[in-house]
C-alpha cells in the first residue's frame, strides 16, 4: 500500500522529472489493475474519480457528469479499497466535485487524507459546461469558485493541488488558491468506442495551452502545466504539443492511459484466441 505523500515530496519528485528533461505522466485509474500497471509504466501521478469509473465500465466517461452516482463517494470508495492499496510508490490523487453542496470540505478533505489520498482535482469540473446550463449553475451558487474554494482548503491541509482549466482565467484564480499544478483541458478526447467525435484539434490545442501557459507563468514561473483531452490521443500527438509550446511540462492521460489500450488489447487478445482450430475429426 502507497505511502502518503506529502505536498513539497510531490512538487520536489515532479520538478526532478522534468529537471532531466522528462515530461511528467499524469495518469487517471478507475481500476486497480489501470493504477497498477500505470505505475509499472512509469506514471509519475495516479488520479482516480467518478469519470474513470464509468469509463472502466465500458460506458462514457461523461456519464460522470450526470446525476447517477455521488461522485465524491465513488473517488473515496475508489481510492481507499481499489486503488491505494495496489499502488506502491506513486501519489495518488483524488479528483472531488467541488461545487457539492451537501458536504463541508473542511471535513470531507479530512476524510481524503485519513484515506491515503495525496492531493486533490476538480473532477468532475463545470468549466467543462458552457450555455444556458452554465449560467443557471452560478446563478444558483454551484460555481467555479467553490472549486476554487476547495482547492484554497486543500492548499491550506497540505495537499498537492492540481486544476482543470479551460481559459487563462480560471488559470489564475486557481493559482491564486496556491494550486501547485495547471492543468489545461481541451474537452472529452477522441477516439476509442465512447470518445467524442467533436473535440478540440490539435492545433486549437496548442493555442489553449500557450495561453493558459502564458498567463500563469506571467504569474508564478515555477507552477507544472500539463494538458488533457481534445484530440491528444498518441504519444506522437502529446510530442507534437510539447514541441509546438513554450512551458508546458507534461500530458494527463485518462482515456488514453487505460480505455484505449484495453479496447484494443483485449480485442486483439480474444481474437486471436478464437483463431485457434479444432483438431480435425475423422
Known amino acids: 500500500m502507497v505511502k502518503r505523500f506529502e505536498r513539497e515530496e510531490i512538487v520536489n519528485r515532479l520538478k526532478a522529472e522534468t529537471d532531466q528533461g522528462r515530461a511528467i505522466f499524469d495518469t487517471f485509474a478507475g481500476t486497480g489493475i489501470s493504477a497498477k500497471f500505470a505505475e509499472a509504466g512509469g506514471a ?28 465524491n463517494a465513488v473517488t473515496l470508495e475508489l481510492g481507499k479499497r481499489d486503488i491505494i492499496p495496489i499502488i506502491k510508490d506513486a501519489p495518488v490523487m483524488a479528483g472531488l466535485l467541488g461545487t457539492d453542496p451537501t458536504r463541508d470540505m473542511e471535513v470531507f478533505l479530512d476524510e481524503i487524507i485519513a484515506a491515503g489520498f ?22 444558483t451558487g454551484l460555481t467555479f469558485d467553490n472549486e476554487v474554494e476547495m482547492m484554497a482548503i486543500a492548499h491550506r491541509k497540505g495537499l498537492y493541488t492540481k486544476a482543470f482549466c ?8 486557481m493559482l491564486e488558491a496556491g494550486c501547485d499544478n495547471i492543468i489545461a483541458h481541451g474537452g472529452n478526447t477522441s477516439g476509442g468506442t465512447t470518445g467524442s467525435q467533436t473535440v478540440t484539434p490539435l492545433d486549437s490545442m496548442v493555442e489553449l495551452v500557450q ?43 485518462g482515456s488514453t492511459a487505460e480505455r484505449l489500450p484495453v479496447e484494443k488489447s483485449i480485442t ?3 481474437k486471436d484466441f478464437k483463431d485457434t482450430k479444432l483438431k480435425t475429426k475423422f
Open 211 to 253: 495561453n493558459i501557459i502564458d498567463a500563469v507563468k506571467t504569474k508564478k514561473p515555477e507552477t507544472l502545466l500539463t494538458c488533457h483531452g481534445g484530440a491528444t490521443v498518441t504519444p506522437q500527438d502529446v510530442q507534437y504539443l510539447l514541441d509546438n509550446t513554450k512551458g508546458l511540462d507534461g500530458y494527463v492521460g
Open 268 to 270: 486483439a487478445a480474444i
Open 44 to 71: 509519475d501521478m495516479v488520479t482516480t474519480h467518478i469519470l474513470a469509473r464509468f469509463r472502466m465500465a465500458g460506458l462514457s466517461s461523461m456519464a460522470g457528469y450526470l446525476s447517477i452516482a455521488d461522485a
Open 118 to 139: 495525496s492531493g486533490l482535482l476538480n473532477c468532475p469540473t463545470i468549466a467543462l459546461i458552457d450555455g444556458n446550463f452554465r449560467q443557471t449553475l452560478e446563478e
Open 166 to 173: 479551460t481559459t487563462p482565467e480560471e488559470a489564475l484564480k
